[in-house]
């Protein structure tokens, strides 16, 4: 088992005073209902939700960001729509986009998609009328788009908080085709990479109200809760794997401090073999360093750990939650592949 000899208890200390910006769940105060998984508003049946399909990365630099994750992971190139690279994680179809930013806007992770069973347009915009997402001209607040991109249908909508949301089939790749699961020409990395991606573990993301996202999203899709982190913080199951959701806010803000605006906080990566000590070698070894005693935004290219205990759902001695930024600071988070928020060393322990 690793010892996390790699961290000086310095590093290990500053690292745990910066926590917060990954960490905000136990602060949820509010309650939330359990997952209603038959019927739902209107008795309408939920939509199945059965993968993690991507999240889309917003970035200063395109060329500078797919050459970091795929000297970082290996990852292909599976598909390529306009300026989007869209890069395989793991075996596929899963992956990350990476597209310019918009003018005057910050880089971000500014859409996450979910994989449904049997993807039908109709049916879904039916489902999600039932909770009240109607049309709009694009994905906003309770609305939802449809692009047809060379006859496949893209589908977004927009939660309570407006974070957009994703669905497709859960084959889609981000490629040709009715399903957009033609991904036909799938170019190699130019480099190994130093770390093997198995798959997409989670997604933290900060909303001005966790109680009304989960229930919300447990009414849309019928989820059931997968672990706890705190009391009030519930990790919503998305599939039949390990995968998950976790919503974090509503609660007063520390020290008087403005409320954090509602988005996708981190993404979660996983990997075979979870051993922190060697990870964060390997990516100093990379340029990733060590964010120390600081406090606040981490800032681009830095790497630390965050001990999550019994209090939150942790080991006894905490569980390693390993943290990085990408070099324009959007912050990304390495797991074992059998984690699943819970207890243990490696956060595996999900009753």
Do not use: W
């Amino acid at each position: 088992m690793p010892t996390m000899s790699g961290l000086t208890r310095r590093q290990l200390l500053g690292s745990l005073s910066a926590a917060y910006v990954a960490q905000p769940l136990a602060h949820v105060a509010k309650p939330f209902r359990a997952a209603r998984t038959t019927q739902t508003a209107g008795g309408s049946s939920p939509i199945r939700v059965r993968t993690l399909n991507h999240f889309g990365l917003a970035v200063t630099d395109p060329k500078r960001s797919v050459d970091f994750y795929q000297g970082l992971f290996g990852m292909p190139v599976q598909a390529r729509v306009d300026t989007t690279t869209i890069l395989r994680v793991g075996a596929g179809p899963q992956f990350i986009s990476i597209a310019p930013a918009a003018a005057n806007a910050a880089p971000s992770i500014n859409h996450y998609c979910l994989g449904i069973e049997n993807f039908a347009v109709d049916r879904v915009l039916a489902a999600l009328a039932a909770h009240g997402v109607t049309k709009g001209a694009a994905a906003g607040p309770m609305k939802v788009a449809i692009t047809m991109r060379d006859g496949t249908p893209d589908l977004l909508f927009g939660d309570p908080d407006g974070v957009v949301c994703q669905l497709q089939d859960v084959s889609y790749c981000g490629g040709s085709g009715p399903l957009g699961n033609a991904c036909r020409t799938v170019e190699p990395s130019p480099k190994k990479g130093l770390l093997a991606l198995r798959d997409l573990s989670h997604l933290t993301i900060f909303s001005s109200d966790a109680a009304r996202s989960n229930s919300f999203y447990q009414d849309l899709f019928g989820l059931s809760i997968r672990s706890y982190q705190g009391p009030t913080a519930p990790t919503l199951a998305i599939g039949p794997t390990v995968a998950f959701l976790m919503f974090a806010g509503g609660a007063p803000a520390r020290g008087g401090a403005p409320p954090r605006p509602a988005s996708i906080n981190h993404a979660c990566l996983s990997l075979d073999g979870f051993n922190p000590d060697q990870v964060l070698k390997m990516l100093e070894t990379y340029g990733v360093t060590p964010r120390g005693d600081a406090t606040g935004p981490a800032g681009p290219m830095k790497s630390y750990v965050s001990m999550r205990m019994e209090n939150r759902g942790g080991a006894p001695g905490g569980t390693p939650e390993l943290y990085f930024t990408d070099p324009d600071g959007l912050l990304m988070q390495l797991q074992d592949s059998s984690y699943c928020g819970g207890s243990g060393f490696l956060g595996n322990v999900c009753k």
